[in-house]
T-cell receptor, first 117, second 113 residues
Framework: NAGVMQNPRHLVRRRGQEARLRCSPM?????VYWYRQLPEEGLKFMVY????????ESGMPKERFSAEFPKEGPSILRIQQVVRGDSAAYFC???????????????FGPGTRLTVT | TQLLEQSPQFLSIQEGENLTVYCNSS?????LQWYRQEPGEGPVLLVT?????EVKKLKRLTFQFGDARKDSSLHITAAQPGDTGLYLC?????????????FGTGTRLQVTL
């Protein structure tokens, strides 16, 4: 049973370029979350999506960042015109359908480490 | 404002010792999860606690959720080098629906021979 998959694992971008981070949730999971971990800081929530819907984007920066979870395919976190401050590890997590204890549990992928030069 | 404070921030102990990590908040959480994160990897879920006063055991690890659901602790008995890692608590404030997690500040544990 494959876990949460993220790619690429490492991404290097120059200032001003775009970064696209992909996340495939665990099989049977319908909720996807994105978190960011800055160097020497904790994990911070960015956005929570279900298929074709953004449920909570209270942690997303207002500009340059967007996320989607289409009906088919992985969830995408897109960062436009990257700056050095965007360098961080970006983690995706997924959780199963609501209605049971398991709905509280989020399972994380290995992360994408973005470096902006 | 950090909603979940963990202590200690760093802990270096020898193999065989016992230790306790604390996760404290002034807010009430509907559930709390503990994760361990290795360098270069994502957090791995260890346990979820949902009931005030609940105690769960996972081999040498004992997790407790406070009666008021504002705090939690992780106790490791007879620590081993394989326990080395970053321990994170994370709380969920919503009841009955999936929602974002608020992570603690983390406790970095090193166990030496």
């Amino acid at each position: 049973n494959a876990g949460v998959m993220q790619n690429p694992r490492h991404l290097v971008r120059r200032r001003g370029q775009e970064a696209r981070l992909r996340c495939s949730p665990m099989k049977g999971h319908s909720h996807v979350y994105w978190y960011r971990q800055l160097p020497e800081e904790g994990l911070k929530f960015m956005v929570y999506l279900q298929k074709e819907n953004i449920i909570d984007e209270s942690g997303m920066p207002k500009e340059r960042f967007s996320a989607e979870f289409p009906k088919e395919g992985p969830s995408i976190l897109r960062i436009q015109q990257v700056v050095r401050g965007d360098s961080a590890a970006y983690f995706c997590a997924s959780s199963p359908i609501q209605g049971a204890l398991a709905s509280y549990e989020q399972y994380f992928g290995p992360g994408t480490r973005l470096t902006v030069t | 404002t950090q909603l979940l404070e963990q202590s200690p921030q760093f802990l270096s102990i020898q193999e065989g010792e016992n230790l306790t990590v604390y996760c404290n908040s002034s807010s009430v959480f509907s559930s709390l999860q503990w994760y361990r994160q290795e360098p270069g990897e994502g957090p791995v879920l260890l346990v979820t606690v949902v009931t005030g006063g609940e105690v769960k055991k996972l081999k040498r690890l004992t997790f407790q959720f406070g009666d008021a659901r504002k705090d939690s602790s992780l106790h490791i008995t007879a620590a081993q080098p394989g326990d080395t890692g970053l321990y994170l608590c994370a709380g969920d404030m919503n009841t009955g629906t999936a929602s974002k997690l608020t992570f603690g500040t983390g406790t970095r544990l090193q166990v030496t021979l």
